[in-house]
Structure formats: structure tokens, C-alpha cells
């Protein structure tokens, strides 16, 4: 029997901006946790990451972080990849405020 | 202070333009981001958690008006509308888009500033007393020697690999406010009995993983001897120091592993050679550096506009009391500006704040600034009868915190707010323990106190050198608060003592308010410190009070 799997995200950060992104099932990037694809099985995320990778034009630093469902797409498992999905805590930079942003646009 | 020369100039646009050809080899493909990555760094361009982050050299703390205007028109126009100031003596900018960095550097470099050396195995930013050139107790200013180093140090052929990154401090004065003893090499000003001055050279100190204090390997170095002598240490361990494990790589294990005495043996053996290859060149820069730091046209005026502000002004008094230090000059004071207010983060200042104190500097501070490693802001020559005035500046900015050497003058490092290293949160555990003693009103009673927060065990933060250190990990996926007591990073340097377990992160300070209500009952008076108590008593009882375990009483 296979040893079980942790279910993964690829995450990395944008080329030009810094900011962290998320791989999609249509292999877009998106700014969201909850729109990264989760891989539940090693063999897919190894792949996903090895493709994410290859996109050096857009991305940096891609690796797989531990995730979990949840009622609006994967969550993130560790703190610090929680910190990744809105920014710092001691301002409201980043992640945060653009998600507050683009809300008050919409 | 001192000014680029043509060489200086002529380096840094050189640099600027190289990096900025390898952006744009980056972004249109022609290089991978693992070549990449090493010129960024060498450019003091690194990719923190949710940006990328630029860290720029202040060397030895030193800054003109004209700087800090130009490091406010950086943060406003290319960042977030703030820097963050570090226990090196830098400031980062958090939030740097890598399109933008050249165009940043270019500006950085327009006011003869930059990020070469930032990062990387090679020799860092040169730290110094922030008090230099002003502090009542200085032997001699130390700031051209830093400079001297600076130039020597800069693009050094030799030494640009090293097996790790090497950290210089250099102190004036007798009391280290530059934490030479957590150095790679800390360089003491002392005098010897013909009354000449030359320094005590301290090797193998840091912080971090394996924490060590330095070991003296030289009394006393005349001053023309300094740089074969520092080039001595470098090219010994430059040979000796570890390859084979980053985390043996530091000249404090090379130190440790081969002994104290023999790496004197080594270094003087070599410093034979060094000091042969030394033709005097650098002498005649030395006096040409020299000249740069002339003290400035100090004057002679009465004090009577701060001794009535004083008698009159509790707010005044309140900040002269804790903010102001003996300068050199009669009538003048050297000012701490905090960047601590409570509630704020330690060491951040805004773009708005740093135009103000500028402007201080200008009109009334010799036009001269410092950063402190304590991330602080220093405005190191104001003479008495300006202070008024400068405090009037200050408070309407928000800048006017009277709380330096207090509980909530904590240093704490960026942490996982910001570091891709960091295994915790050290910003957020800062705020809240300034909001809370404050709202207890308890940290005059408290007294001197040095609080230091650190988010991994890199230890940027110097926990190990606080009186109270507090180490950020991840156990378990949770973030925990390690605390060591009866650190010290002054000239009676001490590492810190791990007291037992770590706390959660919301049990930090209720974990601290223990401590110090236990410290307040057992000091023997009000003017014992607590690292004066904690000395005297041991940790039993402060250990008994953070852990709630029994009566700290019974224990001390």
C-alpha cells in the first residue's frame, strides 16, 4: 500500500510583482488560495510542479505546499502559508487590501 | 561626513547599470532565475513571503539629510509610503516591484548610497556606534576607520566568497552600544599606556544557531595597523572556515574548532605578511577620511529655552529624561528618536516621518542623522536650547515616544510578517507587549530594560543579547515563544539563558507581565535594574514567575 499523501497546492510568487500566486486547474495563476487546484495524489503534484516551474517568465520560486479542502476551494494547513493568502499583520498590505480593493470595484 | 569620490561614483553607476542589464535578461528570459538569483543578491535584492524586498546600506549608521529625503521619495514613490530600519544599520523596503529596482538603485545612488554587500558571503555593512563623534565618554570617533573599511571591504577580490557572510562593529567608546562582542569582528577603541589610542580586536562572536561571544585576539592595534590586521583574520579564515556545512561556516566555529589561541597564533603569523603588502596608501586615504568627519562648528549658546521647558513642560521633562544622552560639547544633547510608539512597528518609519527628521537634522542637528542598531533614529548634535523646538517637531509627527531604554524599545526583527526564514511572528508579539505594559503603565517603574524579539533562530532580532530574549519557533506547526533571560550586548556581554519551555504566541504576555511583577518584588530598590537583579539572584525565581509554578519568592 502506498504511504499516504498530504494534498498539495503549487504555489510560487509573481516574477515582477512578488506577490504570491496560486496554480489553477486550467494552469492560469491566480491571486486566491481557494482558486489553486488541489493535487491529491504525489504523482500529478510532481508534475504540476514541474510545469509551474518551467514558467520562469512569470513565476519564481514555485514549490508544493500542504493544503486541504474546504467549502470554497483548498485551504491552506500551516501558518505560514495562511500568512501567504492576505499579507502582513501589521499593516493591512498586500494580499489584504488588494482583495478589499478589488471587492469595493465589484 | 564623507562623500563619494570619483572611484566611488564611478563603481556604484557601473553596478547600477550591470544590474539593471541582468533585469532585463531576466524578465525577457535570457536568464534563468537560478543565474539570477546570485546577482539579485549581490545587489541586496532578495524574495521574501509576500513581495520582493530591498535591503540598502547605511554604513555605520550614518545618514545626511539629503539621504534620509531621497530613502522618503524611495518609500512613497516605489514602496508602500515607509522603510524598515535594521539591527544592521540597513533599510528595507518591503515591497519593491523587481521592474522597478534599477530605477531605485539609480536613485539610491544619485545621494552615493546602494545595496552591494547586503547580502551574500562577503564582508556586510560596517556597524558603529550610533553615538559616534557625540558621545560624552568616546576616546575617538570611529567612523573614518569604519569608512576605511568600507572602501577596503567593497568589491574585495578576496574576499567576496567567503565560506559565510562577516560582520564588522566598531566602537569609540568604552560603553559598546555597537554589540562588539556578537561580531565576527568587533573592533574596541582603547588606549594604551603611552596614551595612544588603537583597538582591541575581537574575533569569533555571533549570534544565531550557535550563539558565542568573541574572543580578544589583540590588546591593543595601533591604528595604522589596522586594515592588514583585519585582513589578516579574513584571509585565515577565508582558508580555515568551514565549506562543507552552512551552519559550521561562521568564524565563531572556525574559532571554537581550532581554538582561540592558535587562530592568534595564525592571524599574527599572517598578519607578517599583510602588513608588508601594506605600503602606506591606505594611511594617506585615512587622513583624507579624517577630514570628513570633522567634528561640526559646534556653538556656544545658553541653554536657558530647554532649562524652562524643562521646569515647566512634564511632557518635555518625560521625553528629556529618557531620550536624551550626555553629548561631548557642553550645551548639547544627542537625541534618540524613537520609532517605537507603542503599538508601532520597531524600527518602521514613514516617508512623511523621515522628511521631518531631515529637516531637524538640517536646522538643528549639524545635518547629521544615525541609525541605531536598536532601530532608532538619532539626531546626534542638537544643541539644549533647540530641543524645545526639535520636541515640538517630533511630537506632531508621531516621532516623540519617550520610551528609549524602556520595556517597550524593543528590537524585533521583521519575522514572518515579511521573512521567507522566519519560523514565527516577531512584529505582532512587539505591539502587543508596548500597548500592554503601557496600559499597565508599568514600564517606568520597570526601568532600563532591553527586550528582544527574534522570528527564527537566525537571531536578526539579537534575542540572545536581550535582558529578555524571546525566540519565535514553529513547533508542531504552531507558532512558540522561546524566552532566554540575563542577555547583555554591551561591554559586559552575556548570551542569554533558556529558561524552559516555549510559550504559545498568546501566552507571551501574560508570560512576560509575570516576569516583571516578580522582578518588581524582588529588587532590592527602585534602582535596581533587572538584569542587575537577575544577576544577583539567579534565574530560579524569574523562572518560578513565568511559568506560574510556585512561589517566586520561595525560590529566590
Known amino acids: ?106 | 561626513m564623507y562623500s563619494y569620490s570619483d572611484f566611488d561614483e564611478g563603481f556604484v553607476r557601473t553596478r547600477v547599470a550591470q544590474f539593471a542589464g541582468q533585469v532585463a535578461r531576466r524578465l525577457d528570459g535570457s536568464l534563468t532565475e537560478e543565474e539570477f538569483r546570485p546577482l539579485r543578491l549581490m545587489n541586496g535584492l532578495y524574495l521574501q513571503l509576500h513581495a520582493y524586498m530591498l535591503r540598502v546600506a547605511i554604513p555605520y549608521g550614518t545618514l545626511s539629510p539629503r539621504q534620509m529625503r531621497q530613502l522618503a521619495m524611495i518609500a512613497d514613490t516605489y514602496d508602500k509610503g515607509y522603510g524598515h530600519f535594521t539591527t544592521r544599520q540597513n533599510i528595507q523596503f518591503n515591497w519593491p516591484k523587481l521592474p522597478d529596482v534599477p530605477a531605485i538603485l539609480g536613485a539610491l545612488a544619485d545621494v552615493e548610497m546602494h545595496a552591494i554587500q547586503t547580502s551574500g558571503n562577503c564582508v556586510r555593512n560596517v556597524t558603529a556606534d550610533h553615538f559616534a563623534g557625540a558621545a560624552a565618554d568616546e576616546i575617538e570617533d570611529p567612523r573614518p576607520y569604519a569608512e576605511l573599511l568600507r572602501q577596503w571591504s567593497m568589491d574585495h577580490p578576496e574576499f567576496q566568497f567567503l565560506p559565510r557572510k562577516f560582520k564588522i562593529a566598531i566602537t569609540g567608546s568604552p560603553h559598546d552600544r555597537a554589540v562588539t562582542r556578537a561580531h565576527d569582528i568587533g573592533l574596541r577603541m582603547v588606549r594604551n599606556s603611552a596614551g595612544e589610542s588603537g583597538f582591541e580586536v575581537i574575533v569569533g562572536g555571533g549570534l544565531g544557531r550557535t550563539p558565542m561571544l568573541g574572543h580578544v585576539v589583540r590588546q591593543f592595534l595601533p591604528i595604522a595597523d589596522l586594515l592588514p590586521y583585519v585582513e589578516a583574520v579574513l584571509s585565515v579564515y577565508n582558508t580555515l572556515g568551514r565549506r562543507d556545512n552552512k551552519y559550521k561556516a561562521r568564524i565563531k566555529i572556525t574559532v571554537h574548532e581550532t581554538g582561540a589561541a592558535e587562530i592568534t597564533r595564525m592571524v599574527e603569523e599572517r598578519f607578517v605578511e599583510t602588513r608588508a603588502q601594506f605600503g602606506g596608501a591606505d594611511q594617506a586615504l585615512l587622513a583624507d577620511i579624517r577630514a570628513a568627519f570633522a567634528p561640526p562648528a559646534f556653538r556656544n549658546a545658553d541653554t536657558a529655552a530647554y532649562d524652562a521647558a524643562y521646569r515647566t513642560d512634564g511632557a518635555f521633562r518625560a521625553w528629556a529624561d529618557t531620550n536624551l544622552s550626555a553629548h561631548r560639547v557642553d550645551g548639547y544633547a544627542i537625541v534618540t528618536v524613537s520609532l517605537k510608539a507603542h503599538g508601532d512597528t520597531p524600527g518602521d518609519a514613514t516617508g512623511a516621518q523621515m522628511r521631518v527628521l531631515a529637516d531637524l537634522a538640517e536646522t538643528y542637528g549639524h545635518s547629521d542623522l544615525r541609525i541605531s542598531h536598536e532601530q532608532n533614529v538619532i539626531l546626534p548634535h542638537v544643541h539644549k536650547s533647540d530641543l524645545p523646538a526639535v520636541y515640538a517637531a517630533l511630537k506632531a509627527a508621531g516621532l516623540a515616544t519617550a520610551n528609549i531604554g524602556l520595556l517597550s524599545d524593543i528590537i524585533a526583527c521583521p519575522g514572518m510578517d515579511y521573512c521567507s526564514l522566519a519560523t514565527a511572528r516577531s512584529i505582532p508579539v512587539a505591539q502587543e507587549l508596548a500597548l500592554h505594559f503601557k496600559a499597565l503603565d508599568l514600564e517606568h517603574d520597570i526601568g532600563p530594560i532591553k527586550l528582544k524579539i527574534s522570528g527564527c533562530i537566525n537571531a536578526c532580532g539579537h534575542h540572545h543579547v536581550g535582558h529578555i530574549g524571546i525566540l519565535g519557533l514553529d513547533r508542531a506547526g504552531v507558532e512558540n515563544y522561546q524566552i532566554t533571560l540575563g542577555g547583555d550586548g554591551s561591554e559586559t556581554a552575556a548570551i542569554g539563558e533558556k529558561i524552559g519551555p516555549g510559550f504559545a504566541y498568546d501566552e507571551v504576555t501574560p508570560a512576560i507581565e509575570r516576569l516583571l511583577r516578580a522582578y518588581l518584588e524582588l529588587r532590592l530598590e527602585a534602582g535596581e535594574s533587572f538584569i542587575n537583579a537577575y544577576r544577583r539572584l539567579g534565574p530560579a525565581p524569574f523562572k518560578a514567575a513565568l511559568y506560574g509554578t510556585g512561589d517566586h519568592l520561595d525560590a529566590a
Open chain 1, 1 to 106: 500500500m502506498s504511504r499516504s499523501f498530504t494534498p498539495k497546492v503549487v504555489t510560487a510568487n509573481d516574477l515582477r510583482l512578488g506577490d504570491v500566486v496560486y496554480l489553477t486547474q486550467s494552469g492560469k495563476w491566480s491571486r486566491l488560495h481557494g482558486e489553486a487546484h488541489l493535487f491529491t495524489d504525489e504523482d500529478s503534484a510532481n508534475a504540476a510542479l514541474a510545469s509551474a516551474a518551467a514558467q520562469s517568465l512569470v513565476v519564481v520560486g514555485a514549490y508544493l505546499a500542504d493544503a486541504k479542502a474546504g467549502p470554497h476551494g483548498p485551504e491552506p494547513v500551516h501558518f505560514r502559508e495562511l500568512f501567504r493568502t492576505r499579507g502582513p499583520s501589521n499593516y493591512a498590505h498586500g494580499k489584504q487590501a488588494d482583495l478589499a480593493a478589488a471587492q469595493k470595484v465589484a
